[in-house]
């Protein structure tokens, strides 16, 4: 149990490579607030195409994973499974054209690169897992977070905390005094 699988070009000219794979935690690190939780479940096939005269490596399969983030609002440990297909292009790195800045075709947004002689399959895993993660996550759609001032979960308990701001900004005017 490993998943550290390298996909080589050179050697899916000789027959595509299916794929099976445990993937540690350790090789999937999301971000500082998300954790894979147990090893990923990784399985699909790699195969060589020649697309416009450019060899690609085709990378399609599927994801079961589970992972774990803190609420957004009051850090209550969550969970998530995971599952899910992906079908990803990959295209050498060389395949981009020397120059300046071009404009990509909307085909071009949808192709991933890679340089040397292939494509870590854990490295894939990693985006899509990314890809599939929301932008915010919250234990229940009305969390109320916690309390500015006393850190109290207000899911739990009704602090009776006062939340007073003064915006600093207007001291000066503050300190100013009525002539009469």
Sequence with gaps: MGG???IE???LERKPLRFESMMRPALLDLSDSWRVARPAE???LAELLDRDGVRSIRVR???RASVRHDCDRCLKELSRDLDGGFDLLFRPMAAIEEGGEAA???EQTEVGFYEGGGVALPD???EQLLLWLPARSLCQPDCKGLCPVCGGDRNE???SCRETFVDPRWDA???LRPVH
């Design 4 to 6: 550290g699988i390298y």
């Design 9 to 11: 070009a050179a050697a």
């Design 42 to 44: 990784v399985s699909g």
């Design 61 to 63: 399969g599927r994801i």
């Design 104 to 106: 990509l075709s909307a």
């Design 124 to 126: 894939v895993v990693r």
């Design 157 to 159: 308990v009704a602090c």
């Design 173 to 175: 005017l503050r300190r």
